[in-house]
C-alpha cells in the first residue's frame, strides 16, 4: 500500500505536504479544506487555505492557489488556474486552459470559455451561454 501524501518543496524554500484526495487523487495541501464529495482529479493540485465546497469538479492538471473559494456544484476544467483569492460562484463552469487572476469574482452560475483570461480584481457575470452580462 503506498503512501497518501507527497511533500513539495515551493519556490520559497518550504515544504509542503500534500494529500492525495480520496475522490479522484488529486493533491490537496495541509490546511486546505476540500468537501468528501467534490472530486479533485489526479494531476490537480489545491494549494493552502483554498475552500472547495460540495460537488465541485476540479479537471486534471488544474492549479487552485493559496485562498481561493469554489461554491457548490461549481466545474473547474483541466488544465484550469485559479489565482490567489479567486471566487468562484455556485454552479460556474470555468474553461479548459482558463486563467482567472488574482481576487477576480465569477458570478454564480457563470459560463466561461476554454482559453480565456479573466485579469486580476476583475468581477465577470455571464448568462447561460457564456456572453457577459452589464456591470
Do not use: F
Amino acid at each position: 500500500m503506498g503512501k497518501n501524501y507527497i511533500d513539495i518543496e515551493n519556490d520559497h524554500g518550504e515544504t509542503l505536504r500534500y494529500r492525495k484526495h480520496v475522490n479522484g487523487r488529486g493533491l490537496v495541501a495541509h490546511g486546505a479544506k476540500v468537501h468528501p464529495s467534490a472530486l479533485v482529479e489526479n494531476g490537480a493540485y489545491v494549494e493552502p487555505g483554498v475552500q472547495i465546497a460540495a460537488g465541485v469538479r476540479v479537471g486534471r492538471g488544474a492549479w487552485i492557489e493559496s485562498d481561493a473559494v469554489i461554491g457548490p456544484e461549481a466545474r473547474i476544467e483541466p488544465h484550469a488556474h485559479i489565482c490567489a483569492g479567486a471566487v468562484i460562484g455556485a454552479g460556474a463552469h470555468i474553461g479548459v486552459r482558463t486563467q482567472v487572476g488574482h481576487n477576480a469574482r465569477i458570478a454564480v452560475g457563470s459560463l466561461i470559455g476554454d482559453d480565456e483570461i479573466i485579469n486580476d480584481g476583475e468581477a465577470v457575470a455571464t448568462d447561460r451561454r457564456g456572453l457577459r452580462l452589464a456591470a
